[in-house]
């Protein structure tokens, strides 16, 4: 086994019996249906009602609004847990709406918008979506044209968001528009937009995460009331920097959990399958490679976990958080390639799960800001 123990700084004792829970509920009540909702493309929505009453949507926010009153390192755990899922499309859903949706309502938001939104949120009664990738601004995020404009009692939003994650389902989208005729960073503002009478959705089908709605959202002349601006208008830019780090670290850890579980049945499935009289894992090139695909998932695991850990002692490392996204997204990718590899034909037919795992996995050095952005990211941050 793989299993290098988890319980390592930045993890103690009640995370690992955290993550013993979690692991059990996903084994037992999320698992088993997994090919049905990839096949579906469709996870139900009382999927969330689920999750929340094992406390799980909202592990990091505060008991007065429902949440559990852990911290990010509770929400870590669940991050690497979902991937025993083994659907990315199911984690994606449930990950948007904890990781990006509802955490600038619990940061910027009013308290009375806290208890409209965060609320019903974490008790998995509405569904959360973060719009803010346009078809034409997606890493260039500034050029942002879905436009709000100044009514009495509120705005009138029009434009369209695309690859929006549960952009079908969703019941608010936390929605990031232009509320200045100016370009750039200073003209957005973020409104949280109800879904009716103006809103339209349209799926989108895609490569892998087959049970995620992903969809285009256009708003036609749609009314949002003032006491839905979330945050300071024109002050959007800094709502959508502060979750960054965020989202990039769970990404990294789902990867890392990802990729620990996908080396497992690897290297499982290469003690017990034969070729040539013996065992696949018996072979040099096979052993070696798992050997490589181990250290990978450690190199991973390393990285990953010291950004976490200057993270949660409140650091700011946008290098440390950047890399480890770089890493681990690329990295997962290559290891769930050599995993479908070793599985032959196997692993190319769909009743195995590394065929679904593969393409899961093509997501990450694109969703959350590319490879290349990081990269761009690090260029500036060590002084290039
Ligand atoms: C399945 C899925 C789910 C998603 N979920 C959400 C969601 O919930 N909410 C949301 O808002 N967005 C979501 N996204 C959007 C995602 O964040 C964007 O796709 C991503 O940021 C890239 O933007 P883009 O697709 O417009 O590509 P572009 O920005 O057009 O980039 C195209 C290519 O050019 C490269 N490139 C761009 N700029 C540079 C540069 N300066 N230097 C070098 N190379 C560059 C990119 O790295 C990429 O390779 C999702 C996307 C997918 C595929």
Redesign the pocket.
Known sequence: MLSMSNLHPPFSDEHEQLRQSIRGFIERELAPQAAQWEQDEWFPDEVFGKVAAQGLLGLKYPSEYGGQGGDYLHESVLCEEMARIGSGGTA?GLG?HTN?ATPPIWKFGTDEQKQRYLVPAIAGERIG?????EPG????VASLSTRAERVDGGFVVNGE?T????GVRAHFIVTAVKTTADGGHHGISFLIVDRGEGVFSSALH?LG?HASD?ATIAFSDVFVPEQNLLGELNEGFKLIMANFQWERLAMALGAVGAMTVAWERTAQFAREREAFGRRLSGHQAIRHKLADMATSVYACRCVTYDALRRFVAGEEPLKEVTMAKLLTQRACFELMDECLQIHGGAGYMQEYWVERAARDAR?GP????????MR?ILGRALAL
């Open positions: 994606a948007a990006i979506a973060l719009g803010i990738t601004a997606g890493s260039d968001k690859y929006i994650t549960n895609k995460w992903t997501l694109i969703g959350g800001g590319t490879d290349e952005i761009e």
